[in-house]
């Protein structure tokens, strides 16, 4: 029987590992999925305002930079301080600047949505970040007080 040394110099049958690692691809997927927010019974026409509001504050950005937008918008729909909807948290007057423009009016691009489905499919870049802001160009004292998450591309994300 062929074996595997492991730590502390334990020896494990490879049958053994092999099967550790099938039980984790079967169920690990099950796992991730029950966590995703698509559980949570997200509709085309969330999804379509999702890759809007990234289309429009972040279609200029990397594509980390544009999961990081739409991940804002998930946690402020988990946060209390916010609308409990993605329509709730997008139309909130003052949110999103680019809401009601031209770029928020037209056509997604095919990566705004695909980072739209990577955050409702639980990528946060952010690590739960409620805020962000182009850094280079707020002056705003009270966004700048906020702790720093991270900084992902031209946007300066805070909690």
Known sequence: MRTLTVAKGRVLPLVSVGLALAIVLVVWPGIAQAYSPWNRGYNQYELDLLARVVH????????????????????????????DTI??????????????????????????????????????PTYGALFYFNYHLVTNPWLWAKPHAVTIGNHYFTY
């Open 56 to 83: 429009g504050e972040a279609a200029g950005e990397p594509f980390i930079g544009k999961v990081a937008v739409a991940a804002v918008v998930l946690n402020r729909v988990d946060s209390p301080l916010f609308p």
């Open 87 to 124: 329509a709730g948290v997008i139309y909130e007057p003052w949110q999103f600047s680019c809401v009601g423009n031209w770029m928020f009016n037209s056509p997604p691009t095919a990566e705004c949505y695909e980072a739209a489905i990577a955050a409702l499919n639980g990528w946060d």
